[in-house]
């Protein structure tokens, strides 16, 4: 037997969820449990700066894309009459997608997933759905003071914004046990570079089979074959623009780019990745652009982008 802690009244040890106030023992009890997967380090328990903004960052991308879709269905036009209409939305969605978030058992917004931090309370808990709403709402604060109510974490001793001290909350990095490697991940500059390179490789290969075409079409062949040559042109630059770093990458972990640079890519395990596993990173890549994904490997302990998480790759120095 043991008494519900909100109500009061006595139950049978089985008893998760009282039925009278439903206090849920569980997810309470979840906190009181050490989980001896993961570990703090005390100059990395709460996150900094660079990797909220990156989280904020996506939030607000997110956000904004699914404000344009719903401005869409609704037929909201962007002018100068909707543009406070299109806001409001805006807002409003930020500030409920963001307050349920932190209710779930993610402890924060898909941006904070993503780069591996949470939101709690003082005692380590998880926030009620009034603090999470007034956390969200005080950061219309950072608005107001042109940014400073986030600006001020960077100071703090445990990295709190305006937000966070009003609500007496913190945000902390998630760091598990498997994090801790020491492989000489690449830093994301060098791999932009890398990447760069590759785009031009690239297009002098798409530059060189489209002037093959146009050359193919100049010559007098006949009208079906002209319009046989038209109408693979688009499809055949797309498939070689797919094509080309699975094909590439999946010999040696390297490309043009990544050979230049001394980095290539490896799976988790630190073998050679295939080629399909390559081409689902390739077809992701798009999903990457789109959600600003790439701005993970600024900030997560193996610098990896979204398409790198889902394809179980890491990108290292050779």
């Known amino acids: 037997m043991h008494g519900c802690p909100k109500c009061g009244r006595i139950l049978t040890e089985?008893?998760?969820?009282?039925?009278?106030?439903?206090?849920?023992?569980?997810?309470?009890?979840?906190?009181?449990?050490?989980?001896?997967?993961?570990?703090?380090?005390?100059?990395?328990?709460?996150?900094?700066?660079?990797?909220?903004?990156?989280?904020?960052?996506?939030?607000?991308y997110l956000i904004a894309l699914l404000t344009y879709g719903l401005s869409y269905a609704l037929k909201i036009e962007i002018t100068?009459?909707?543009?406070?209409?299109?806001?409001?939305?805006?807002?409003?969605?930020?500030?409920?997608?963001?307050?349920?978030?932190?209710?779930t058992k993610l402890r924060g917004s898909?941006?904070?997933?993503?780069?591996?931090?949470?939101?709690?309370?003082?005692?380590?808990?998880?926030?009620?759905?009034?603090?999470?709403?007034?956390?969200?709402?005080a950061k219309f604060l950072?608005?107001?003071?042109l940014g400073l109510g986030f600006l001020i974490c960077a100071g703090t001793k445990k990295?709190?914004?305006l937000g966070d001290l009003v609500t007496k909350t913190y945000v902390v990095t998630d760091i598990k046990i498997s994090d801790k490697d020491e492989r000489p991940f690449s830093n994301p500059f060098k791999r932009l570079c890398a990447f760069i390179l590759d785009l031009l490789v690239l297009a002098l290969i798409l530059y060189g089979i489209n002037w093959l075409l146009i050359y193919f079409t100049g010559l007098n062949i006949s009208e079906d074959l002209n319009m046989i040559i038209d109408q693979i042109t688009i499809p055949l630059t797309l498939l070689i623009a797919l094509l080309y770093f699975p094909l590439i990458e999946s010999r040696k972990g390297t490309t043009f780019g990544k050979n230049l640079l001394k980095i290539k890519t490896i799976t988790l395990n630190d073998k050679k990745p295939g080629f399909f596993r390559l081409f689902f990173k390739q077809i992701i890549l798009l999903?990457?652009?789109?959600?600003?994904?790439?701005?993970?490997?600024?900030?997560?302990?193996?610098?990896?982008?979204?398409?790198?998480?889902?394809?179980?790759t890491v990108v290292v120095d050779m």
């Open 14 to 60: 089985e008893v998760k969820i009282c039925p009278y106030c439903h206090y849920n023992f569980d997810e309470i009890n979840a906190f009181f449990i050490k989980d001896k997967t993961k570990t703090y380090l005390e100059d990395q328990k709460y996150a900094g700066l660079i990797k909220r903004l990156v989280a904020g960052l996506i939030d607000i």
């Open 80 to 103: 100068k009459h909707s543009i406070l209409t299109i806001v409001l939305i805006f807002l409003s969605l930020y500030l409920f997608l963001n307050t349920i978030m932190e209710r």
């Open 110 to 137: 898909i941006g904070k997933y993503l780069v591996g931090i949470k939101v709690l309370d003082k005692e380590e808990n998880p926030e009620s759905i009034l603090i999470a709403f007034i956390r969200n709402l």
């Open 142 to 145: 950072n608005i107001i003071t």
């Open 159 to 161: 990295k709190q914004t």
């Open 287 to 312: 999903v990457e652009i789109i959600t600003l994904g790439f701005l993970l490997a600024i900030v997560t302990p193996k610098r990896q982008t979204l398409s790198n998480r889902l394809s179980k």
